[in-house]
């Protein structure tokens, strides 16, 4: 696991950006995993300003979302398709047929989720995996008490969860959907790198126990330890409760692997 630390919650979307730009560049197939939430707002924004700047191309790119809601109407404007839509797809030049995300208005749900496992496999699996972090520690929804080696599924949505996410469905407790399709932690650990986007104070707590605390199901992010791969990206703010963020920082500066790190 890396962590890079970066000034403010702008340079770290920005990193964040530009590795995926860069990966994109190099794999125009990229086959992409994808993160929703406010975090993610700021990547996706600066992914379609190079689309529109330098003509950052998608057009051969495939997607993967982490996961859905379960229960709203077919265009739901809280359904992750439609941020999807908003943030990323309908502002660059992806083919609408090559996104996927889990159906979570199938009448088999069990079904759409092994579908899902399919089609990832089908693509040769995911080559960059973006995440967040819930307030609890989640990534997707894989809520406390998931399986490290568990597949996309149906998950529960904790109160945390309901909390943070409310005010995304409109901020309504009756209507907010309590139950959603994600992949699992292990569907996660199998792609081919991971990076994570962390920022801001509220985060700080729950990033520290997830980076630097024990492997534990009820952190499903603790579960990134295990990755050979995994690159978190977090601003000052977020990095704050870091024990080891001295130590991070110096291997920023001085370590030869990570110079490309330093100035973008
Ligand atoms: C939702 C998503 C998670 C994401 C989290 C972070 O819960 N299911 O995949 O990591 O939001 O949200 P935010 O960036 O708004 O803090």
New binding site residues.
């Given amino acids: 696991m890396e962590v890079i630390i970066q000034p403010t919650a702008g340079r770290a979307a920005d990193l964040v950006a530009q590795l995926v730009a860069k990966w994109l560049r190099e794999k125009p197939h990229l086959v992409l995993g994808l993160?929703?939430?406010?975090?993610?707002?700021n990547v996706y924004s600066r992914l379609v300003q190079m689309h529109r700047v330098e003509g950052l191309d998608f057009s051969l790119c495939r997607t993967f979302n982490?996961?859905e809601y379960i229960g709203l109407g077919e265009g739901s404007p809280f359904s992750?398709r439609h941020y999807m839509h908003q943030h990323l797809f309908r502002q660059v030049n992806i083919d609408l047929r090559n996104t996927y995300l889990p159906d979570g208005a199938a009448a088999n749900l069990p079904a759409a989720c092994r579908r899902y496992e399919d089609q990832i496999r089908e693509f040769g699996g995911i080559d960059l995996q973006l995440?967040?972090?819930?307030?609890g520690g989640?990534?997707?929804?894989n809520e406390p008490l998931s399986a490290l080696s568990s597949r996309t599924r149906e998950k529960a949505l904790t109160q945390t969860?309901l909390d943070?996410?409310g005010p995304?469905c409109g901020g309504d407790p009756k209507t907010m959907p309590r139950r959603?399709l994600?992949m699992g932690v292990g569907t996660i650990l199998e792609a081919e790198r991971i990076l994570l986007l962390?920022t801001?104070a509220?985060?700080a707590g729950i990033l520290a126990k997830a980076i630097e605390g024990p492997i534990t199901s009820m952190i499903s992010a603790t579960a990134l330890q295990l990755h050979r791969s995994c690159r978190i990206v977090v601003d000052e703010d977020a990095a704050q409760k870091l024990e080891g963020k001295e130590y991070y920082r110096w291997l920023l500066q001085n370590e030869p692997e990570w110079a490309p790190y330093r100035d973008t």
């Fill in positions: 993160a929703t939430g406010r975090t993610m707002e982490l996961d992750y995440l967040g972090i819930g307030a989640h990534i997707g929804f969860t943070q996410n995304l959603a994600t962390a801001g509220s985060k």
